[in-house]
C-alpha cells in the first residue's frame, strides 16, 4: 500500500469564508514542506509559530504553524497544523504549494486510517470519531463521545479478560489432576460462564433499546388523498417541504422531512395517498408508499371524515382527523387523535405520543453502539450460551478458544481494509 507512503494535507475546517481555515498536513515530506513554505531553519515540536508562509519568492499568508513530530502526533506521523486565514484564495495558494511540494489531498478520513494503522488510536475509537462528526443530535452526540472516551473498548477488555480466566480454569481441569486443583472448579466455571452471558445480554439488550436514539424513529404519514398528510409534515418541518392543495393526489411522490423531537431524530415521509390509481405516476407513488409502511417504525395513518377502512395491514398505526378546526367532532378519542396543521392544536400530543410508542429512555446510553459490535457480542452469546457442561473438557476450551477469537474482533484482530473501508464512508475529508 504505497498510498500510506504519501504525504497527505487537507482542510480540517470546512470549507467557506473564515476567520481561521486550518490545514493539516502528515507524511515524511513535513519537515521539508515547513521548511520550504517557512524559511525556518530550526524546528521546536509542539511549538506555535506565527510565521509567513510563502510559495518561492512569493508571500501567500500569515499563518499559526506547529509541528507535532512523529510518533506523538493524531496520525502518528509527522504532522503540520497550519491556522491560516480563511479566505478561498489563501486555501488554494496553499493548496498548490503543497502540491508542489510532493503532496497531495487527502481522502475522506483517511488522517485517521492512518492514526488507526499506526496504532495510535483504536477501531473502537475511530468508529467514535465518525459518529461524534455524524452526530445530528443531542443524543447522538452523547452516545459517540461516550465511546470515545472508552466505553466500549474497556466493556471488550473486560470481557476478553473474563473469557481468559475462564479459558485458563478450563485448561488447568484438563492438565492437573484433582488434587491438584481447587475444589468445585467446574462449578466455578458455570457461574463465570453465566456471568459473562448476564453481562454480554444486558448490553445486548441495551442496544437495542438505544436504536432508536442512534439510527432515528420513520414515521410514515399515510392515507386517503386530501386529508391532510402534506400539511402536517409541512407544519412539522416549519417550512413548506410538500405541495399542499385540495386537489386530490397533489403528492405523487414520498417526501422526508426530519424533526428533532427531545435530542432524537425522527424521520417523517409524506407520502402518496392511497387510493385507486388513475396513472403511471400514482401507481408508482402508491406502490412506493406501501413499501415505505412495511419499513417504517410508526404509521401515522390520516382519516377521511366518513372512512370506515381499518388498514388492518397496517403495522404500528395512530389514526389520525386531521382539520380539526373545520370539524364538528374534534375532542381525541382511544381510537383516534385530533390534529389541526391551521391552528396547530393537538400536535404536541401527538409528537408526545408517537416520542413515548418508539423511544425507551434508559439512563446510560449503550455501549455496543454499532451493528458491528452487536452481532459479535450476539455470536459470543451464542456460543457461551450453547456450551455443554456434560461434554468432554477439549471441546468446551475449543469453544471457549472460539469465543476468545470473536471477542477480539471488536477492536483487535479484524480485516483491517475490509473494516476500514465502511467507516471511513461517512467520515469527510480533512479527518
Ligand atoms: N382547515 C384545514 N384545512 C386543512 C388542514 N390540513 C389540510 N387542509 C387542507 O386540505 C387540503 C388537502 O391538504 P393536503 O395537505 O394537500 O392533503 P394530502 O393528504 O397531502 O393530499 P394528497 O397529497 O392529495 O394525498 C388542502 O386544501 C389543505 O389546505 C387543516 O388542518 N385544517
Ligand atoms: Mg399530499
Known amino acids: ?88 484564495a489563501v486555501i488554494d495558494k496553499i493548496y498548490k504549494t503543497l502540491e508542489d511540494l510532493n503532496a497531495r489531498l487527502a481522502e475522506p478520513g483517511e488522517f485517521t486510517r492512518r492514526a488507526l494503522l499506526n496504532n495510535k488510536i483504536d477501531l473502537v475509537k475511530t468508529e467514535s470519531i465518525s459518529d461524534v462528526i455524524n452526530a445530528e443530535t443531542e443524543k447522538q452526540r452523547e452516545l459517540a463521545i461516550k465511546n470515545l472516551s472508552g466505553g466500549l473498548s474497556e466493556f471488550t477488555l473486560k470481557i476478553n479478560q473474563k473469557i481468559t480466566s475462564v479459558l485458563a480454569n478450563i485448561e488447568a481441569l484438563i492438565d492437573f489432576s484433582d488434587e491438584d486443583l481447587p475444589k468445585n472448579i467446574l462449578k466455578r466455571i458455570k457461574e463465570q460462564n453465566k456471568n459473562i452471558i448476564n453481562e454480554i445480554s444486558k448490553e445486548i439488550k441495551n442496544a437495542e433499546i438505544s436504536k432508536p436514539i442512534k439510527d432515528g424513529v420513520m414515521v410514515a404519514i399515510i392515507g386517503k388523498p386530501n386529508t391532510g398528510k402534506s400539511s402536517f409534515i409541512n407544519y412539522i418541518s416549519k417550512k413548506n417541504v410538500s405541495i399542499v392543495t385540495n386537489i386530490p393526489g397533489t403528492t405523487t411522490d414520498a417526501v422526508t422531512s426530519a424533526v428533532d423531537i427531545k435530542g432524537v431524530k425522527f424521520t417523517f415521509t409524506d407520502t402518496a395517498g392511497l ?42 398505526k395512530i389514526f389520525i382527523e386531521s382539520k380539526s378546526d373545520i370539524r364538528k367532532r374534534k375532542k381525541t378519542t382511544k381510537k383516534n387523535i385530533y390534529i389541526s396543521s391551521v391552528t396547530g ?77 465502511i467507516i471511513f464512508r461517512d467520515f469527510c475529508i480533512g479527518k
Open 345 to 421: 392544536s393537538g400536535i404536541p400530543e401527538l409528537l408526545k405520543k408517537i416520542y413515548k410508542k418508539t423511544v425507551i429512555n434508559n439512563a446510560e446510553p449503550p455501549i455496543l453502539s454499532r451493528e458491528r459490535h452487536v452481532n459479535i457480542m450476539k455470536k459470543i452469546l451464542k456460543t457461551l450460551k450453547s456450551l455443554d457442561f456434560d461434554n468432554s473438557l477439549d471441546i468446551i476450551a475449543y469453544e471457549y478458544r472460539l469465543a476468545l477469537d470473536l471477542s477480539l474482533e471488536i477492536n483487535q484482530k479484524f480485516d483491517i481494509e475490509k473494516i476500514l473501508d
Open 1 to 88: 500500500m504505497s498510498k500510506n507512503k504519501d504525504t497527505i494535507y487537507a482542510l480540517s475546517t470546512p470549507f467557506g469564508k473564515s476567520a481561521i481555515a486550518v490545514i493539516r498536513v502528515s507524511g515524511k515530506e513535513t519537515i521539508k514542506i515547513f521548511k520550504t513554505i517557512t524559511k525556518v531553519k530550526k524546528i521546536i515540536p509542539n511549538k506555535t509559530n506565527l510565521l509567513f508562509l510563502k510559495n518561492n519568492k512569493t508571500l501567500i499568508d500569515q499563518a499559526l504553524v506547529v509541528y507535532f513530530k512523529s510518533p506523538n502526533s493524531f496520525t502518528g506521523e509527522d504532522v503540520l497544523e497550519i491556522s491560516c486565514h480563511g479566505g478561498y
Open 275 to 316: 387510493r385507486k390509481h388513475k396513472n403511471k405516476i400514482e401507481e408508482i407513488g402508491i406502490k412506493k408508499t406501501k413499501e415505505i409502511i412495511k419499513k417504517s417504525d410508526i404509521n401515522l395513518v390520516f382519516l377521511d371524515r366518513s372512512e370506515k377502512n381499518k388498514y388492518e395491514d397496517v403495522p404500528n
